[in-house]
């Protein structure tokens, strides 16, 4: 042991206690171990069996049900109530005018669906602004917001052919109304939940209301809106696929071609168009939450972990 000065005690090299870490001359060194990790390919991998593998296991269970069903299920004079899913593929899929026809009537049913949704977004984004910001604009209009929803929208159908007429311009109206209500009332009550103490600190700054609106409410209200974005683009391709069964004029869209497979007993096409309006859906559903989590994904991540601390 040296002593380098008065109350200051320097311990020997190769001690535990020595800062360096330097083993004593003459000691044996203990092999250094290191320790497999994991590594970024690893995780991701592992991230993508936990996302993908439940609805893949899914998927491939329905897919066996279904050839249980088809081929013990039912008799061969029977089989035609549900095709086997290969004479689906072999029909509706590798056959490349059946599957022109189907996609023509999806490029018709979803134009008719995307802009009924961009056309409720921007209505509905409006409506809640306003309503938030006077309660007498509240008063008077969501009431008969709330009567509309109720309405089947199938009784929507003839009343708007009538007034404008059978074509494709009512099919966009009657989707716009239905897939209206949901993104209004979420964003009313994203706009109308944000934080009090907020709110009242940035009134004593003396803001305008188009400052605390920017700023503050709308910020705050992304993750309702969101919610009711992705009820809405559901309730768009739904609205204008039904409304093919009605209105025939022009090019006919997927709701119309369900009804002429289904008529005609055309089932591996019925099937493999029911496929196409689903794979669309979800395309619609995943594109939204895409832009939830580009747009406020990193900020919900942050907010949670500072809450779960």
Known sequence: MTTTSPGTVTPPAGSPADPAGEPATGAAREPKVILPSDGPGRARVGSFLVVAGPPALVGA??????????????????????????????????????????????QSSGIV??????????????????MSEARWI?????????????????????????WFGFNEQS?????????LFPITTNALFGLQSGDAALHDLVRLHN??????????????????????????????VIASIV??????????GIGGLLQNYSA??????LYAALIVTCVFGLAVFWAVGLVRRLTIGRWETSTATRSDD
């Not at 249980?68 to 056959?95: C, M, N």
């Not at 099919?171 to 897939?179: D, E, G, K, P, Q």
């Open 113 to 130: 669906a995307l802009v009924a949704f961009a056309l409720s977004t921007v209505i509905g984004l409006l409506f809640a602004v306003a």
């Open 243 to 252: 409304t093919d069964f009605f209105i025939r004029q022009g090019q006919p």
């Open 138 to 162: 509240e008063r008077s209009f969501y009431p008969f917001a709330v009567a509309l929803q109720t309405i089947p929208f199938l009784a929507l159908v003839p009343l708007v052919g009538f």
């Open 207 to 236: 803001r305008s209301r188009l400052v605390r609106l920017v700023r503050l409410r709308l910020p705050c209200a992304l993750p309702a809106i969101f919610t009711g974005l992705r009820i809405s683009a559901g309730l768009s």
């Open 171 to 179: 099919r966009i109206i009657v989707a716009t109304l239905v897939s």
């Open 264 to 269: 005609n007993l055309q089932s591996e096409r």
């Open 61 to 106: 269970a329905t897919i066996g049900i279904w050839y249980l069903l088809a081929y013990f299920g039912l008799s061969k004079t029977q089989r035609f109530i549900l095709p086997p899913p290969h004479e689906v593929v072999k029909v509706g899929f590798l056959d490349w005018a059946n599957l022109k026809e189907i996609l023509q009537g999806l």
